[in-house]
């Protein structure tokens, strides 16, 4: 059982910057893939980011290719999303999720855990 604590969303003005971090429980974390999703109101829960095990392979989606960077560290069952030159279209609930497989996977639905989001706000 692997739980997620998700924290460092907040409000910020377009061409911001938030960290926000992931705090995983367990002693295998360094055998999860761990991934990035969001999900905007009245839209459905979207890929952002993905990391595998060691951390030397990443994946991300179009629209935030080149402004996020997801990043862990497994001495401290941590992953980031680093996020910089925010837009108000980044407006949503940022979710952490780990997957039982090294390797990176984009598909929501094969991720085995869940954090409970943290509400990421860019103003105009």
């Known amino acids: 059982q692997v739980q997620l604590v998700e924290s460092g969303g907040g409000l910020v003005q377009a061409g911001g910057s938030l960290r926000l971090s992931c705090a995983a429980s367990?002693?295998?974390?360094?055998?999860?893939?761990m991934g990035w999703f969001r999900q905007a109101p009245g839209k459905e829960r979207e890929f952002v980011a993905a990391?595998?095990?060691?951390?030397?392979?990443?994946y991300y989606a179009d629209p935030v290719k080149g402004r996020f960077t997801i990043s862990r560290d497994n001495a401290k069952n941590t992953v980031y999303l680093q996020m910089n030159s925010l837009k108000p279209e980044d407006t949503a609930v940022y979710y952490c999720?780990?997957?039982?497989?090294?390797?990176?996977?984009?598909?929501?639905?094969?991720?085995?855990?869940w954090g409970q989001g943290t509400q990421v706000t860019v103003s105009s």
């Open positions: 367990g002693r295998t974390f360094s055998s999860y893939a």
């Open positions: 999720a780990a997957v039982r497989r090294g390797i990176v996977v984009i598909s929501l639905y094969e991720y085995d855990y």
């Open positions: 990391i595998n095990w060691s951390g030397g392979n990443t």
